[in-house]
C-alpha cells in the first residue's frame, strides 16, 4: 500500500496557493487602507493593488503545479476577486463624487 498522508483542514489553509492568497488579502486591504487614509501614498497602493492581482496569477499556478487545489483555495480566491474590485470602486466613487457621469460609467 502506498503511504499517502490524509488531507486534513489544518493542511488545506497551509497549501502554498492560500498563504499567496492570504498576502493577496493583506495586500488588498493596506491598498485600500492606503487609498482612503493616505491618499498621498498613491503610487504605493497601486503597486499593493496590482500586485494582489498579479498574486491570482500565481496562486492558480501554484495550485496546479503542487496539486494543491481547495474549495475553500477556490473560494477565497474568488471572495478576495470581488472585494478587491468592490473596494476599488467605492474609493473611486468617493474620489469622483462630484462627477456623476463617472460613478454612471463605472457602474457598468
Known amino acids: 500500500m502506498a503511504n499517502k498522508t490524509a488531507t486534513t483542514a489544518e493542511n488545506v489553509l497551509l497549501y502554498i ?20 487614509i493616505f491618499p498621498t501614498h498613491w503610487k504605493i497602493a497601486i503597486i499593493c493593488y496590482i500586485s494582489s492581482f498579479v ?12 496539486n494543491q487545489c481547495s474549495t475553500f483555495g477556490g473560494l477565497l480566491d474568488m471572495v478576495t476577486d470581488r472585494c478587491s474590485t468592490a473596494g476599488l470602486l467605492c474609493v473611486l466613487s468617493r474620489e469622483y463624487e462630484d462627477e ?7 457602474m457598468l
Not at 496557493?17 to 482612503?36: A, F, H, K, Q
Not at 498574486?55 to 503542487?66: N, P, Q, V
Not at 456623476?100 to 463605472?106: C, K, N
Request: proline share 5%.
Open 17 to 36: 496557493p492560500n498563504i499567496i492568497g492570504y498576502l493577496r488579502v493583506v495586500l488588498t486591504l493596506l491598498s485600500i487602507t492606503l487609498m482612503i
Open 55 to 66: 498574486g491570482d496569477l500565481f496562486d492558480g499556478m501554484a495550485a496546479r503545479k503542487f
Open 100 to 106: 456623476p457621469i463617472l460613478v454612471l460609467v463605472s
